[in-house]
């Protein structure tokens, strides 16, 4: 089970973290992911981290602004977010996949709730 938090309203050009707590498994047997989803919009991957935490991809959007991590001891993962833009603005969620780091919706097995961003201008 993953559950997101941390996301709120947050002025442009502003930081925010979002963590994504898992249980029952141990998060250095997946990759972890962070997507978004924009209203009327389809999910779009935003960066991943692999099992082992040794590599991340990320987005070009947020290439430089955000940045993904992972604390094995509180078993969760975050997404730091800096230099906010409105058009970051979405709900954001954390999935993990054993299938290696996939930038695609359909290479994740699991799931969490979203929590939502809202940048203001």
Known sequence: QLQ?????LVQAGGPLRLSCAASGRTINMYSMGWFRQAPGKEREFVTVITWSGANTVYADSVKGR?????DISKNTVYLQMNSLKPEDTAVYYCAAT????????TGYDYWGQGTLVTVSS
């Open 4 to 8: 997101a938090s941390g996301g709120g």
């Open 66 to 70: 955000f940045t993904i991590s992972r």
């Open 98 to 105: 054993t299938r290696g780091p996939r930038t695609v919706v």
